[in-house]
Structure formats: C-alpha cells, structure tokens
C-alpha cells in the first residue's frame, strides 16, 4: 500500500507577507519593480465636487516648495532664468513622483493622477510667482528691514494678501452649474447670518469682535497708500474691497460669507489712520 501523503495548506491570508508596522504607519513590502508598474497603471479618478477642497490644498501644498526651490537656483543673470526655472520645476516634480511611488508601499495610501496633476500645478505656480515677484521680492526685502514707513506697508501688504487667501482657502469654488445653483440657493441664508450659530451669545460676540480686529492692518494699508484722500474716500475704498471679498466667497463651496463684513474695512481704516 502506497503510502498516503498530507499536504498541509495554510489559510490565503496567511500565505501573505505580513506588514511591518510602526505607530500609525502601514509599511508592506513590495517588489520595485512591480511597484513602478503599479505607479504607470495610476489612474484618473472622476470626483465630485466633495472633492475639490481636497485637490485644491494639495495644489496649494507644492506651491512653497516651488517657489524655494525656484529661488535656490535663481541666477543674477536674466538670461539663465528659464534654465533655472526648469531645473526647479524638474526638481519638484522628480519630488512628487518619488513621493507617490513610496505611497503603493504603505497601503491604504492610494495614488491617483487628480493628484500628480494638483501637486505638479502647484509646483509650477510656485515657480511663476517666483519669477513674476524675483524683481520687486529682494527689494522688499531689504526695505522690511529698515525702519518707517516703507517697512509698515509691505507687512500691511503681505498680511493682507495672507488673509484674502484665508478667507478664500481652501479655492474650491463653485465651476459646473450644478454647484452654481445650490450656492445660489443657501446665498440668502448665508449673507444675513452672523457665525458662531448654536453657540452662547457672548462667544458669536467675541468671534464678531475677532474677525473685526483681523482686518484693522488692512485698513492701516488703505490709510497709509492713501494719505492725500479724505476719510471718506478711503471708508469707501474699504467698503469696496470687502464687498468684493464677500462675493468671492460666495462662489467658494467651503466658506461661509456675511453681509456685516463689507462694513468692517471702512471702520478699521478711520481707526487705523495716522493722524
């Protein structure tokens, strides 16, 4: 009688390799090689609107990095500057791939080309505002250093800038027409809403008095560019700009615009005004 061979299987599971964990990272190995297909076969995912915030923050991510890199190769010389913007945006998307590549090895991390897109633009818009700013950056510079008046109006600026970016972040707005309406439709509710709702009274209060206080630089902007005008003209000027402010966020899915906010440049710029 032959003799009777057992073959003992282990479980599908079990025959996989098993991660390699350390605090909250997932770390599988994986074949390079199989890993860069992996890598060639990203896919473009079609997301909706939910997802656009998300895109949009990763666009904004890559933008910094671009714009050191930009200025770590920047020549003296303005016929090398293409060549130094090239080898920045080389830099910073040989970057972005390498990053996506080290991600198939810590799953559930996905990679997808809406965001090799949103990190690549974002790389080469910090390399255009590099460029577009290099003339008048390095001047700045220098003059923040020195003390008076010139020094005041370029922090104002950048402040400024700075918070029309956080009322605007993450720049999701609003693109097909169905995002359109339903914006359209809460418009009503938004604009004649105050913040901080279902919250006690003196805390809507201090949030009103805070974002009030966030814009009193802006108004020392508009008074000190605006010395020669009355105080009425630059209340006015004020009244503009936030209004502008307030229809952009109406067209931006994330944010949430108030009517009372077109008012507070006017007051902060008579306070803020230098006698």
């Known amino acids: 009688m032959a003799p009777t061979t057992i073959t003992l299987s282990l479980p599908v599971a079990d025959q996989r390799t098993a991660p390699y964990r350390r605090g909250r990272f997932n770390f599988v ?30 666009l904004l991510m890559l933008a910094p990095l671009g714009f050191v890199v930009t200025g770590a190769f920047w020549p003296r010389g303005r016929r090398l500057r293409w060549l130094a913007a090239g080898a920045a ?23 997808s080309l809406n965001y090799i897109e949103a990190q690549s633009l974002g790389s080469l818009l910090g390399v255009v505002l590099f460029w577009a700013s290099s003339d008048r950056l390095f001047p700045a510079l220098r003059g923040v ?61 201090l949030v009103v008095l805070a974002d009030t206080a966030a814009t009193i630089p802006l108004g020392a902007l508009l008074a000190l560019k605006s010395r020669r005008r009355s ?26 615009p108030h009517l009372w906010r077109s008012s507070i440049a006017p007051w902060a710029s008579s306070s803020a005004r230098p006698c």
């Not at 502008?244 to 944010?255: H, Q, S």
């Open 89 to 111: 945006l080389c830099c910073c998307l040989f970057l972005v791939i390498v990053i996506k590549y080290l991600q198939l090895f810590f799953p559930p991390r996905t990679v």
């Open 145 to 205: 250093s020195r003390p008076g008046r010139r020094a005041l109006l370029i922090a104002c600026g950048v402040y400024a800038v700075a918070l029309l970016l956080f009322y605007l972040f993450p720049l999701d707005f609003a693109l097909s027409a169905e995002d359109l309406r339903e914006r359209a439709a809460a418009v009503p509710n938004l604009l004649l809403s105050w913040p901080g709702e279902g919250r006690s009274t003196p805390l809507r209060v």
């Open 231 to 256: 105080l009425f003209m630059i209340a006015v000027t004020g009244f503009a700009m936030m209004s502008v402010v307030t229809i952009l966020t109406m067209l931006v899915l994330t944010a949430t």
């Open 29 to 58: 190995p994986l074949d390079p090689e199989v890993a860069w297909r992996k890598l060639l076969a990203t896919s473009y995912l079609i997301n909706g609107s939910d997802q656009r915030a998300d895109w949009m923050a990763n």
